[in-house]
């Protein structure tokens, strides 16, 4: 009975602890990695948006200003958003994004460790991954959540400035500092829908990837058992 415990809730977690890792890095990725935003300056055409609100800024004054943001957010630099000015709401967001960041960070770390020391505890069979119908956790946790993912999806692509709402008032509840205005906070500009669009797209696809992984593994190894298992019987009956 304490086996069976043991492996129902070390199974539940090496599942949920492969879900948070994979969800969380593409999030540290495009925190850490600051090409992602750089490609996309001209690609988004974001100094001719900046132009159209008469905004006379370069590429580089635009690298520059989401380095210095990224260095006040991640490494508790003073605050400063480069060439451009800013509002006291506006530097207030930024700031309530800091325990958000900071918490992706620590998920993530926390699940990278528990995932690995888990798979080494499963290979020195300590426990034993438990199945349901040929699938283990590492299958059915990840499904789950892109199931979620599929309903986040379907919703944002009705109506996705609702769904970048509802978003803001679930993680900032009765903050309204989240809303800026161009003229107080021009950096704004940098950061179209497009780009939040594109990093939320980075972030489903890279799960998808790793949830399918072990989902399309254990199903050719299930119709590889099941035809094992078929071709013995028809040895038998001939």
């Not at 040929?134 to 999806?153: C, D, N």
């Amino acid at each position: 009975m304490k086996r069976k415990i043991l492996n129902l809730s070390l199974s539940s977690l090496f599942g949920i602890s492969y879900s948070l890792m994979i969800l969380t890095f593409p999030i540290c990725f495009i925190l850490f990695n600051r090409w992602f935003f750089y490609s996309q300056i001209n690609y988004l055409h974001v100094l001719s948006y900046l132009n159209h609100y008469n905004f006379d800024f370069t590429y580089l004054d635009v690298k520059n200003a989401y380095d210095s943001l990224m260095d006040s957010l991640l490494f508790n630099f003073p605050f400063s958003e480069g060439k451009f000015n800013y509002s006291e709401s506006g530097m207030n967001h930024f700031l309530d994004c800091i325990p958000l960041f900071f918490l992706c960070i620590i998920v993530f770390i926390i699940s990278f460790i528990l995932f690995f020391t888990l798979l080494i505890l499963k290979k020195k069979k300590i426990f034993t991954n438990l199945k349901i119908k040929g699938y283990s956790s590492m299958s059915i946790v990840p499904l789950i959540l892109t199931l979620f993912f599929i309903i986040v999806a379907i919703f944002a692509a009705i109506d996705f400035e609702e769904a970048f709402t509802i978003f803001h008032s679930i993680f900032f509840p009765g903050k309204e500092n989240w809303i800026f205005y161009v003229e107080d906070d021009p950096i704004i500009l940098i950061f179209p829908e497009a780009f939040f669009i594109n990093c939320a797209l980075f972030i489903v696809i890279f799960f998808l990837i790793f949830a399918l992984i072990p989902f399309i593994y254990e199903s050719i190894n299930i119709y590889k058992e099941k035809k094992k298992s078929k071709d013995l019987l028809n040895n038998i009956n001939s």
